[in-house]
């Protein structure tokens, strides 16, 4: 269980753009390996872990045109 209390030095009072801002220039300084990392993680949260390591199937349509 977390038992840690809150560092309130650590909160930050801010509007939503300031926030995604900060956000941005974050992932800009981001290496490509944690961006792959985070990529990875959430979709294995949206879709299962199948998503990640399960393969694309190949779909292929033929269509005709008028």
């Known amino acids: 269980m977390f ?3 809150m560092d309130r030095k650590q909160i930050i009072l801010s509007n939503k753009e300031e926030l995604d801002s900060r956000d941005a220039e974050y992932w800009k300084s981001a290496a490509v390996e944690e961006k792959l990392q985070t990529i ?4 294995e949260c949206f879709y299962g872990e199948k ?3 399960g393969r694309v199937p190949r779909i292929c349509t033929v269509l005709k045109l008028k």
């Open 3 to 5: 038992s840690a209390k």
């Open 40 to 43: 990875t993680f959430l979709r």
């Open 51 to 53: 998503a990640t390591t």
